[in-house]
């Protein structure tokens, strides 16, 4: 794997739900970020420090408060884009014919704008992963904003995250704002039909390793 398909993998599994197998996958994480030079890796290094020693239970508890009773702070990427319209399913199509050209068939009941999905798809298939990451980029920072103002350790994995993409971050809120409302470039030849996407949001699953 290159530098920044770690990060992107390493970020993917911190966004997971911390079930049962955290206490597991912790440590692989950090060791997988061990000796990895560039801001990116001291930051996310930083956070599996921060959250190290935080018990299982209450990580848990922090991550469903955090990411799943906000709208302001979900994972779902074309929520900030789209929000709750009809124009939101194509985006949801767009991800997933993206996965399926590429041979990546994510589990069924994650909604494929998932971010831990979209990291893992960007480790595995860097060019066209990263691509799609970069015309989210709105969605991103404006993730990470609202999780640095909920004063969330979270906020480091989405500002390592933000660091691997080409390009001038927003300069603010307002900025980010503006580039949400524009979108992601749209796409709509070849599609594939729209099948088997859930209606909602679930919560994350177990990481799969």
């Given amino acids: 794997m290159t530098y920044t398909a770690v990060l992107h993998q390493a970020a993917s599994l ?3 739900h911390p079930g049962a197998r955290w206490a597991e996958r912790l440590p692989l994480i950090r060791a997988s970020l061990t000796g990895l030079p560039g801001d990116e890796a001291d930051i996310l ?3 599996c420090d921060s959250v190290a020693d935080t018990p299982q239970l209450d990580l848990s508890a922090r991550y469903i ?7 302001r702070r979900t994972l779902h990427l074309t929520y900030y884009t789209d929000g709750d319209t009809r124009r939101r399913g194509e985006s949801l199509l767009r991800w997933q014919h993206l996965y399926r050209e590429h041979g990546w068939y ?3 009941d994650e909604l494929p704008d998932f971010l831990p999905l979209a990291l893992e798809f960007a480790a595995r298939c860097p060019v066209p992963g990263i691509r799609a990451l970069t015309e989210h980029r709105a969605a ?3 993730l990470r904003m609202a999780l640095t103002d909920h004063r969330s350790p979270y906020a480091d994995v989405l500002g390592a ?4 993409l080409p390009g ?5 809120r307002a900025a980010a704002l503006r580039m949400a409302r524009t979108g992601p470039p749209v796409e709509t030849v070849g599609l594939l039909p729209f099948a088997d996407l859930p209606t909602g949001t679930t919560r ?3 990481a799969r390793r």
Avoid: M
């Fill in 140 to 142: 991103l920072e404006l």
């Fill in 106 to 108: 994510p589990p069924a």
């Fill in 168 to 172: 001038a971050a927003p300069a603010d």
């Fill in 204 to 206: 994350p699953q177990e």
């Fill in 65 to 71: 408060v955090t990411f799943d009773r906000s709208r």
């Fill in 14 to 16: 911190l966004l997971q």
């Fill in 161 to 164: 995250v933000c660091g691997t």
């Fill in 45 to 47: 290094r930083r956070f």
